[in-house]
Protein backbone atom coordinates (compact mmCIF):
# COMPACT_ATOMS: atom_id res chain seq x y z
CA UNK A 1 0.00 0.00 0.00
CA UNK A 2 1.30 3.12 -0.76
CA UNK A 3 -0.66 6.43 -0.35
CA UNK A 4 1.17 10.08 -1.67
CA UNK A 5 0.08 13.76 -0.64
CA UNK A 6 0.27 16.50 -2.99
CA UNK A 7 -0.86 20.11 -3.20
CA UNK A 8 1.36 22.02 -0.87
CA UNK A 9 2.29 25.33 -1.42
CA UNK A 10 2.57 29.14 0.07
CA UNK A 11 -0.41 31.26 0.23
CA UNK A 12 -1.15 33.98 2.41
CA UNK A 13 -3.62 34.24 5.17
CA UNK A 14 -7.21 33.87 3.90
CA UNK A 15 -6.13 31.94 0.94
CA UNK A 16 -7.35 28.37 -0.32
CA UNK A 17 -5.30 25.12 -1.09
CA UNK A 18 -6.59 21.67 -2.13
CA UNK A 19 -4.60 18.83 -1.47
CA UNK A 20 -4.93 15.40 -2.66
CA UNK A 21 -4.00 12.04 -1.25
CA UNK A 22 -3.63 8.94 -3.68
CA UNK A 23 -3.62 5.47 -2.85
CA UNK A 24 -2.32 2.47 -4.75
CA UNK A 25 -2.76 -0.64 -3.47
CA UNK A 26 -6.55 -0.06 -1.69
CA UNK A 27 -9.46 1.65 -2.12
CA UNK A 28 -10.46 3.74 -0.12
CA UNK A 29 -13.80 2.13 0.38
CA UNK A 30 -12.07 -0.40 2.35
CA UNK A 31 -10.27 2.01 4.94
CA UNK A 32 -10.60 5.35 6.85
CA UNK A 33 -8.71 7.84 5.16
CA UNK A 34 -7.55 10.70 7.59
CA UNK A 35 -5.00 13.81 7.13
CA UNK A 36 -3.05 14.79 10.03
CA UNK A 37 -0.68 18.00 10.51
CA UNK A 38 2.52 18.59 12.40
CA UNK A 39 3.56 22.21 12.53
CA UNK A 40 7.21 22.96 13.04
CA UNK A 41 8.49 22.09 16.54
CA UNK A 42 4.80 20.47 17.58
CA UNK A 43 3.18 16.72 17.70
CA UNK A 44 1.45 15.49 15.02
CA UNK A 45 -2.43 16.79 14.97
CA UNK A 46 -5.41 15.27 13.91
CA UNK A 47 -6.98 17.15 10.91
CA UNK A 48 -9.97 15.53 9.29
CA UNK A 49 -11.20 11.28 8.72
CA UNK A 50 -13.50 10.35 6.31
CA UNK A 51 -15.25 6.63 6.59
CA UNK A 52 -14.48 3.97 4.25
CA UNK A 53 -18.57 4.27 3.63
CA UNK A 54 -18.31 7.66 2.78
CA UNK A 55 -21.09 8.88 4.68
CA UNK A 56 -19.38 10.39 8.10
CA UNK A 57 -16.61 13.07 7.57
CA UNK A 58 -14.90 14.32 10.87
CA UNK A 59 -12.57 17.36 11.81
CA UNK A 60 -10.73 18.74 14.32
CA UNK A 61 -12.59 21.34 16.28
CA UNK A 62 -10.03 23.73 15.09
CA UNK A 63 -11.11 23.73 11.61
CA UNK A 64 -14.62 25.47 12.05
CA UNK A 65 -15.87 24.90 8.86
CA UNK A 66 -12.84 25.79 6.47
CA UNK A 67 -12.30 22.52 5.24
CA UNK A 68 -13.91 19.98 3.22
CA UNK A 69 -12.65 16.33 2.93
CA UNK A 70 -14.23 14.26 0.01
CA UNK A 71 -13.15 11.16 -1.95
CA UNK A 72 -13.75 10.98 -5.53
CA UNK A 73 -15.58 8.25 -7.46
CA UNK A 74 -12.32 6.21 -8.45
CA UNK A 75 -12.12 4.98 -4.84
CA UNK A 76 -8.39 6.20 -4.83
CA UNK A 77 -7.97 9.73 -4.35
CA UNK A 78 -9.08 11.65 -1.57
CA UNK A 79 -8.94 15.33 -1.49
CA UNK A 80 -8.77 18.09 1.53
CA UNK A 81 -10.39 21.16 0.31
CA UNK A 82 -8.55 24.48 2.65
CA UNK A 83 -9.49 27.86 2.57
CA UNK A 84 -9.52 30.97 4.73
CA UNK A 85 -6.02 29.68 5.99
CA UNK A 86 -4.50 31.38 9.33
CA UNK A 87 -0.87 30.59 9.61
CA UNK A 88 -2.01 28.76 12.62
CA UNK A 89 -2.43 25.81 9.50
CA UNK A 90 1.50 25.76 8.43
CA UNK A 91 2.53 22.37 8.53
CA UNK A 92 3.45 19.23 6.90
CA UNK A 93 -0.22 17.31 5.68
CA UNK A 94 -0.21 13.55 5.43
CA UNK A 95 -2.84 11.39 4.65
CA UNK A 96 -3.31 7.94 6.27
CA UNK A 97 -5.59 4.82 6.38
CA UNK A 98 -6.76 2.71 8.98
CA UNK A 99 -8.31 -0.75 8.24
CA UNK A 100 -11.94 -0.83 8.94
CA UNK A 101 -12.61 -1.74 12.37
CA UNK A 102 -16.30 -3.53 12.45
CA UNK A 103 -18.80 -1.34 14.83
CA UNK A 104 -16.93 1.72 14.70
CA UNK A 105 -18.80 4.56 14.03
CA UNK A 106 -16.26 7.28 14.25
CA UNK A 107 -12.97 7.31 13.20
CA UNK A 108 -9.71 7.09 15.02
CA UNK A 109 -8.27 10.27 15.53
CA UNK A 110 -4.59 9.03 16.85
CA UNK A 111 -1.98 8.81 14.10
CA UNK A 112 -1.05 5.35 15.70
CA UNK A 113 -4.24 3.93 15.08
CA UNK A 114 -3.66 4.37 11.11
CA UNK A 115 -2.19 1.52 9.34
CA UNK A 116 -0.71 3.23 6.15
CA UNK A 117 0.88 6.75 5.10
CA UNK A 118 2.22 8.76 3.03
CA UNK A 119 4.82 11.34 2.79
CA UNK A 120 3.77 14.86 3.55
CA UNK A 121 3.13 17.84 2.07
CA UNK A 122 4.32 21.42 3.33
CA UNK A 123 1.77 24.15 3.55
CA UNK A 124 3.25 27.48 4.45
CA UNK A 125 0.65 30.45 5.40
CA UNK A 126 2.03 33.51 5.95
CA UNK A 127 0.20 36.51 7.33
Known amino acids: VQLQASGGGSVQAGGSLRLSCAAS????????VGWFRQAPGKGCEWVSS????????FYGDFVKGRFTLSRDNTGIRAYLRMADLKSADTGTYSC?????????????????????WGRGTLVTVSS
Open 50 to 57: ILASGRGV
Open 96 to 116: AAARIVEGRARPPVKWSEYDF
Open 25 to 32: GLTFSSAT
